[in-house]
């Protein structure tokens, strides 16, 4: 089905684009310009991108070292934390 008649992009290249990682309308134009026209897309590329989209991975998040730290539930001490830095 033809998504984008400004650009001529058809459901399965917004779906490509969703599957290499686009989460957002403004994600997928840029990475096949379905979209960038007169925005009549738009809240079809959003549908496509709802139902085929994966969220998003958690932002990496770093934990401080507790130096000297008595060792915890999992077995790892503060010795072990300070070999790995
Ligand atoms: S139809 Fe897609 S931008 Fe116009």
Redesign the pocket.
């Known amino acids: 089905m033809l ?5 001529g ?1 058809y459901e399965e290249e917004v779906r490509d684009a969703v599957r290499s990682g686009a989460r957002t309308r403004r994600e997928v134009t840029l990475r096949c310009r ?9 809240p079809l ?1 959003e549908e496509l991108v709802a139902q085929d989209g994966l969220p998003r991975p958690e932002r990496a998040v770093t934990l401080p070292v507790l130096r000297n730290a008595p060792a915890t539930d999992c077995g790892v001490s503060a010795t072990d934390l300070k070999a790995t830095g």
């Open positions: 998504i984008c008649h400004c650009h992009v379905a979209g960038a026209g007169c925005g009549g897309c738009r590329i």
